[in-house]
C-alpha cells in the first residue's frame, strides 16, 4: 500500500464526472423507487426497489450514501442516508448533521426529472414530481443500448410504470421455456421470426436516442436501432410520448416504425 497518487478523483473540478456518477443509483430508479429491468437483472414481480439492489442489505447502501455525502455534502444523500440506513460507528455529532441536512430537501427517489442515461442506453419520461406517495407517479422507459453476457434481445422494449406498480415490464430471467432472452418476450417487434442479435444470443444490436423531449404535460422520446442479424432493415425506430391528462394520471402514446423485413 501507499505511493504516490496519480489523480485525486475526488477533486470536483479536475474530474467532475466522478462526482456525478455518485447519482447513478438515484437517477436509474423511476417512479418513486422502481428500477427499470434490463437483460436478467431482477423479478417483475417484485415490488418498488427502495434499495439499490434487492440483494443488498439496507445498511450496507447506507455507506454508500454516507460517503456520497461526506463528498459532496449534497442533502439528496443526506437524506437517503438518514431514512434508508441506521447510525452504527458514526460519530453523534456527524448524525447528528445528516439529520439536520436530510431536512432540506424532500426524498431524491420522488424528485427526479425527466432523464437519459446515454451510456446505459435507457430514456426514462416521468411524472408526478410534485407527489411524495409513489403510487402517484407515472413513467415510460425506452431502452435502445446495447448489452452483452447477462443481457437480451431487447431492442427498443417500452416499460410502463403507474398506479405504484409495473404495468408493462420486462421478464428479466435467465432461463426458461421459451427463453426469456427471445425478441419475442420482450415489448418490441420481432422481424422474419427471428431475434434481433449481433450473432450472439447476449449481445444485442446497436441503439441510438433520436430525439428527447421532456415538455410540461407531454414528453416524448424516440430511439432506433440496428443489428447484424437483420441487415435487411432500413427502419427499426420507436417513439414514446407520455401525457398527462390530470393530475394522477397519464397514457402513453406509442408508434413503432419497420421498414425492410
Known sequence: AGGRILADLTDQRRHPWFVDALYAPIRLRTAGGFVPLVGDYGDPLRAREVYFDAGTRPNDLKEYYLEAWRLTKDPQFAFLTWRYGKRTVEPPEEWARIGEDAKKTRDPLNTVPPRVLDDFGLAILETGQE??????????????????????????????????????????AREGTPNPRLHKLHNTVEVDQTSMNNGDALAAGWGWLEAFAPSEGVQYAEASQRACSHPQLTTYRRAIALIDVGPEDSYVFNVFRVAGG
Not at 155 to 170: E, N, P, T, Y
Open 131 to 172: 407527489y411524495d406517495d409513489f403510487t402517484k407517479k407515472r413513467s415510460a422507459t425506452l431502452r435502445y443500448g446495447h448489452s452483452h453476457t447477462h443481457g437480451h434481445n431487447d431492442a427498443l422494449d417500452l416499460a410502463v410504470f403507474g398506479k405504484g406498480m409495473r404495468a408493462i415490464s420486462d421478464l428479466a
